[in-house]
């Protein structure tokens, strides 16, 4: 297994909760290292732009303006096989089909409000990482 990084975000659900500290324990106690970490609050064009993937899905403009509802905490997070493991620990989409102890388990709201992103494969964690960290941002 190789040491990867993926593209982690904490959304507005969490921060307005109060939930960074405990959702970061669970990446750390699930294996995972925080190398870079900021709390942006993004603007709609850049919450249109990341997740431009999604544009034709019914969902699109409630997702975006989710993702504008307050400040999100983008992180790049580092480990064994960390894209596939991040997505364990994250959790399904959806709460309601989440596995005991996952994020979205324990933190979610709804299918939309669910508290954390994940990239879903080398590719997009690059291209995810690039959209929102500069190299000298990243310290492993
Ligand atoms: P993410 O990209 O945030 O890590 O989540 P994911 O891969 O598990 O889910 P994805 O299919 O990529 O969807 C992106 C985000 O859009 C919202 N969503 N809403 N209302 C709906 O039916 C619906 N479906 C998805 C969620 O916030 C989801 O994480
Ligand atoms: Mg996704």
């Known amino acids: ?3 990867e990084r993926t593209l982690s975000i904490i959304k507005p659900d969490a921060t307005r909760r109060n939930l960074t500290g405990k959702i970061n324990a669970k990446f750390e106690d699930g294996g995972l290292r925080i190398v870079a970490q900021k709390r942006v609050q993004l603007s709609k064009a850049q919450a249109e732009q990341f997740y431009g993937v999604h544009r034709e899905r019914p969902f699109f403009n409630d ?44 933190f979610a709201e709804s299918i939309e409000a669910n508290s954390v992103h994940g990239s879903d494969a080398p590719e997009t964690a690059a291209q995810e990482i690039a959209f929102f960290f500069a190299g000298i941002e990243l310290v492993g």
Do not use: D, W
Not at 79 to 100: K, Q, V
């Open 63 to 106: 997702l975006v303006s989710f993702m504008i509802s307050g400040p999100v905490v983008l992180q790049v997070l580092e480990g064994e096989n960390a894209i596939a493991r991040n997505r364990e620990i994250m959790g399904a989409t959806n709460p309601a089909n989440a596995a005991e102890g996952t994020i979205r388990k324990e």
């Open 1 to 3: 297994m190789a040491v």
